[in-house]
């Protein structure tokens, strides 16, 4: 059974810099067609924050654009998302996913706190 692990989260201060990290238990991401990171602040649906494809086409919210990098190790199994420039918005537990269509298989991981403090 596939497994995703989140790492990285934190309290930071406004301006400053994380890099999550989401370990896979197989391969999944050298397959998956699409994998991603999304994030749900308290009392918000879940939303979209980066997506990586399998040949590597990067898309963004738009909230995200030019200070969110993702990013995949197929070596180590491992998706990152580096985040600069943090603003209190970006409070949210982040989630890392993995999808593979053909497989119709979806998996997420238990999610990780990031905290941004003003």
């Known amino acids: 059974q596939v497994q995703l692990v989140e790492s990285g989260g934190g309290l930071v201060q406004a301006g400053e810099s994380l890099r999550l990290s989401c370990e896979a238990s197989g391969s999944i991401f050298s397959i998956a067609t699409i994998t991603g990171w999304y994030r749900q602040a308290p009392g918000k649906q879940r939303e979209l924050v980066a997506t990586?494809?399998?040949?590597?086409?990067?898309t963004y919210a738009d909230s995200v654009k030019g200070r969110f990098s993702i990013s995949r190790d197929n070596a180590k199994n491992t998706l990152y998302l580096q985040m600069n420039s943090l603003k209190p918005q970006d409070t949210a537990v982040y989630y890392c996913?993995?999808?593979?269509?053909?497989?119709?298989?979806?998996?997420w991981g238990q999610g990780t706190q990031v905290t941004v403090s003003s």
């Open positions: 990586i494809t399998r040949d590597s086409r990067t």
């Open positions: 996913n993995a999808n593979i269509l053909f497989a119709g298989a979806d998996y």
